[in-house]
């Protein structure tokens, strides 16, 4: 079953923070988030294990709330080049832990 | 350079036609994806395979095939019978799969465009 993602869409001004959320109603193995600008391929953010294990890399940091089924990703002190659609993947042992993914989080970040 | 090489870029299909779209790696992956996106949506798994002659389908494998006859290429064809094949299809290979100790991220392709006409 594919993940909720919220909000659907954000709008910030360049050097605000945002927050966006991943629930799923399945108990997760780990979260996938990545972020595509329009009409290109998705780049990797940040993989999140079952565990507390993280990887990932630039300034973005996440959590994985594992008894909400629950992930949200942190952007701080955002900037133009945050721009874009972000999406959550999530593994389970139901999807044959391969990944479902959300339907994004549009994020627009002004100058 | 490393990476994932999809072509065509953009393709025009008549209804009734198969087509094929080439995705070539030369990351030394073992795991190679294809996936659809529509509009608005999120990724959706067509096919994946995680070893030389092995394929498994995903959520929306009907109307479409594919093979792995080699660790660098997983051509996808849509066939005739995929009723509302246009969409945007991507390519992703990660070196050990997307879960336990050994996920790692995709690395995707740039993409392939099809629209029938």
């Known amino acids: 079953q594919q993940p909720v993602q919220s909000p659907q869409a954000v709008i910030l001004r360049e050097g605000e923070d945002a927050v966006i959320n991943c629930s799923s109603s399945k108990a997760l193995y780990s979260v996938h988030w990545y972020r595509q600008k329009h009409g290109e391929a998705p780049v990797f953010l940040m993989i999140l294990l079952k565990g507390g294990e993280q990887k990932g890399h630039e300034k973005i940091s996440a959590s994985f709330n594992e008894k909400k089924q629950q992930s949200s990703l942190y952007l701080t002190a955002s900037q133009l080049s945050y721009s874009g659609t972000y999406f959550c993947g999530t593994a389970t042992p139901d999807s044959n832990y391969q990944l479902i993914w959300g339907a994004g989080t549009k994020l627009i970040i002004k100058p | 350079d490393g990476g994932i090489t999809q072509s065509p870029k953009y393709l025009f299909r008549k209804e009734g036609q198969n087509v094929t779209l080439s995705c070539e790696q030369n990351l030394n992956h073992d795991a190679m994806y294809w996936y659809r996106q529509d509009p608005g949506q999120g990724l959706r798994l067509i096919y994946y395979?995680?070893?030389?002659?092995?394929?498994q389908k995903g959520d929306i494998a009907e109307g479409y095939s594919v093979s792995r006859e080699k660790k660098e290429s997983f051509p996808l064809t849509v066939t005739s019978a995929q009723k509302n094949p246009t969409a945007f299809y991507l390519c992703?290979?990660?070196?050990?799969?997307?879960?336990?100790?050994?996920?790692?991220?995709?690395?995707f392709g740039e993409g392939s465009r099809l629209t029938v006409l």
């Open positions: 992703a290979s990660s070196p050990g799969g997307t879960s336990g100790s050994f996920a790692g991220e995709l690395f």
């Open positions: 395979s995680q070893i030389v002659n092995d394929f």
